[in-house]
């Protein structure tokens, strides 16, 4: 299993990556809290290295309160 999410600003800035699907971003970029507002996530979901049509997009956007 292969995974990839990234959480970026609205700007395109990266904020936030992880290749583990059980971490959580905890709303900070280098130590610092994050302005509060709409950032958003891209996952990548490959299952099989072997079978490139078993890969799941998925992204959206989340608020930061």
């Known amino acids: 299993l292969f995974f990839n999410m990234i959480i ?6 990266v904020v ?3 290749y583990c699907p059980g971490d959580a971003w905890d709303g900070t970029f280098q130590g610092k809290p994050c302005p509060k507002g ?17 890969q799941m997009l998925k992204q959206g ?4 309160m």
């Open 38 to 54: 709409e950032y958003i996530y891209r996952a990548s979901i490959l299952e099989s290295q072997n079978d490139p049509s078993m």
């Open 8 to 13: 970026s600003d609205q700007q395109g800035k």
């Open 61 to 64: 956007s989340v608020q930061l």
């Open 16 to 18: 936030y990556e992880t």
